[in-house]
């Protein structure tokens, strides 16, 4: 699995876990599968497709559009952060 770093702003918050958190995104059935498939080939659990790190400061923003898929919440994570 990835560290906690912020998928927006790469903050990194190891050193205090509590200061972020996860966000499961909508995947698609297509995804899932593949997400299968890679765990079953590695034998072990990787890092998550539709799963992603925020600080404390983009956490609820992220936590709004988790019904998106991620790449599609990543857009307009950015536009309404305007950046």
């Known amino acids: 699995m990835k560290p906690p ?22 995947i ?15 034998g072990f659990i ?3 497709r539709g799963l992603a790190w925020f600080c404390g400061e983009h956490l609820d923003i992220a936590k709004k559009y988790s019904h998106l898929e991620l790449k599609e919440a990543f857009i307009v994570i950015r536009k309404e ?3």
């Open 5 to 26: 770093i912020c998928a927006i702003c790469n903050k990194d918050f190891r050193v205090n876990i509590k200061s972020g958190g996860k966000v499961w995104f909508n």
């Open 28 to 42: 698609s059935d297509e995804d899932k599968t593949i997400n299968d498939a890679n765990n079953e080939e590695i």
């Open 46 to 48: 990787a890092h998550p």
């Open 81 to 83: 952060l305007n950046l």
